[in-house]
Structures are given as structure tokens and as C-alpha cells.
């Protein structure tokens, strides 16, 4: 296998679906340590034990991390350098799914915990990743002094269709976008990359749930409408994120890489 990465990787959201299946990436394509955080104790330790398990040289650092929580969020970063000395790459990829009700009917304490975890979370893990990748050695065009990858979602880019609410998700993923753009035209000149993917329907355990429920007509009607009618599955996601880490898209800044089957097209 092409080894494309190295180094050390920070994962949020680590411990299933899309951020489990990075790891599983990461490791794949070369990278040799892992720092994986979730908020989840008991299925983080499971995530770690199946990377250990499939790539016994990996290293892989287990982080307990609610990004709600600055000190937390912190304490991570530094247990990280602490134990490997450079972190290489950032994917800050932790959210929920959050209410699905209209707005006139949706409680304010959902629709921030919706923006505390989504957008919040990924500017938590985004400023701790600067901090330690602003001290690193800028290691030229291709690597620099480190990359970081935010999960935003096609949601980030326009609206859900009609009959699918969901606008505490929605308005956080555009945030992400933003916050994105916003720090890359800040922190290209030193060195740092900052990319977001952008997920279409993808099969997580969470949305498979939903794709199986015969009274949830309307989302298998919505993944049919897409160009490749069919929902992604998580390491293709995966795979579009070691794209992103690897030095063949060391040109790339700012940029929000829709990954959706084709969605966006219809």
C-alpha cells in the first residue's frame, strides 16, 4: 500500500462512523501515531482496541473529550505533543445530529447545544491545533507545519430540501465553512493548511437507522435524487479526508470538498 501519510493525527469524533473510519484510513496510508478523542469513553476504548488490532504499528493515544469543554479540549492537545512530540493533522470532525423540528418549535437549549458541539467544538479543536502547529518546524510546500481538516457537511453549502428540517445542523456546518475560509487566508503564510469536507448522505450507524425505518420514506426518496443514487459510505468519506492530510493536496486552501455522490448536481 502507498504510504501517504506520516506523522501524528488528532481525530474528534472518534469513535464511529465517519471519524473511526478516518483513523482506519490514517493508519492505512502510513500514519504511525493516532490520537483518537470522543466524549464516549466505553465506544472510543472498542475504536481504539479495532485500529490496534488491524494495524498493530500504529500508536494510538486514547483522548476522553467532550469539545464542549475548553480545558478539555485543551488537555488533549497537550497529552498529545506530550506523547509524540508534533501533530501532523487535525481533523476536527465531532457533531451531533441535533433537533429536526421547525424553529418556532425547537427548545433554545437544543439549538445551542447544536452550536456548542458543531460549530463551537470545531473552533475549540481548530485554535488548540494552531497553538502547537504554530511552534512546529515548517517543513516546506508540501508539508508545512501541519493541516487541518474541519467536517462541515453539503448542509454547510445550502439548504436541506423541503420537508427535512434541519437548521441548528445546517446553520452550524455553514459556520464550519466560514471558519474554515476564514482562518485559511489567515494561516496559509505560515505554513498551515485548512480544509473542510463536505458529506452528502453518508451510512453512519446514525443515519443507517434512519435510511432502515420504513416510516422515514422521505430520506430515501431524497438519496435517490442524487446522481449516484445511493448513500456513501464512511471510508469513502474517510478516504476523501487522507486526500486532504496528504501532501497531493498541498495547494489546496480554504477549500470545501463536497463529497455527495453528485447530490448538489440534481
Not at 33 to 40: G, M, S
Not at 86 to 96: E, F, G, P
Not at 220 to 226: D, K, L
Request: hydrophobic residues 40%; aromatic residues 6%; glycine residues 10%.
Amino acid at each position: 500500500m502507498t504510504k501517504l501519510l506520516s506523522g501524528t493525527a488528532f481525530i474528534t469524533g472518534a469513535a464511529s462512523g465517519i471519524g473511526y473510519h478516518t483513523a482506519l484510513s490514517f493508519a492505512k496510508y502510513g500514519m504511525e501515531n493516532l490520537a483518537l478523542a470522543d466524549i464516549d469513553r466505553d465506544t472510543l476504548a472498542q475504536a481504539a482496541k479495532s485500529v490496534r488490532e488491524k494495524y498493530p504499528g500504529v500508536q494510538v493515544l486514547e483522548l476522553e473529550m467532550d469539545v464542549r469543554r475548553t480545558d478539555q479540549v485543551k488537555a488533549g492537545l497537550d497529552a498529545l505533543v506530550a506523547r509524540f512530540g508534533r501533530l501532523d493533522v487535525a481533523v476536527n470532525n465531532a457533531a451531533i445530529r441535533g433537533p429536526t423540528s421547525a424553529t418556532d418549535q425547537t427548545d433554545e437549549g437544543a439549538w445551542a447545544d447544536v452550536i456548542e458541539t458543531n460549530l463551537s467544538g470545531v473552533w475549540r479543536g481548530q485554535k488548540e491545533a494552531l497553538r502547537v502547529m504554530l511552534g512546529q518546524e515548517d517543513r516546506g510546500s508540501r508539508e508545512g507545519r501541519g493541516r487541518i481538516i474541519n467536517t462541515a457537511s453539503m448542509f454547510g453549502l445550502f439548504a436541506p430540501p423541503k420537508g427535512l428540517s434541519h437548521t441548528p445542523y445546517t446553520a452550524a456546518k455553514h459556520g464550519v465553512v466560514g471558519l474554515t475560509k476564514a482562518d485559511a487566508v489567515i494561516y496559509g503564510k505560515q505554513g498551515i493548511r485548512i480544509n473542510a469536507i463536505c458529506p452528502g448522505w453518508t451510512a453512519t450507524p446514525l443515519l443507517q437507522q434512519v435510511i432502515d425505518d420504513p416510516n422515514q420514506p422521505m430520506l430515501n426518496q431524497e438519496i435517490e435524487r442524487g446522481a449516484m443514487p445511493r448513500a456513501g459510505h464512511v471510508d469513502e468519506i474517510a478516504d476523501a479526508i487522507v486526500f486532504l492530510a496528504s501532501p497531493m493536496s498541498s495547494f489546496m486552501q480554504g477549500a470545501s470538498i463536497v463529497v455527495d455522490g453528485g447530490f448538489t448536481l440534481t
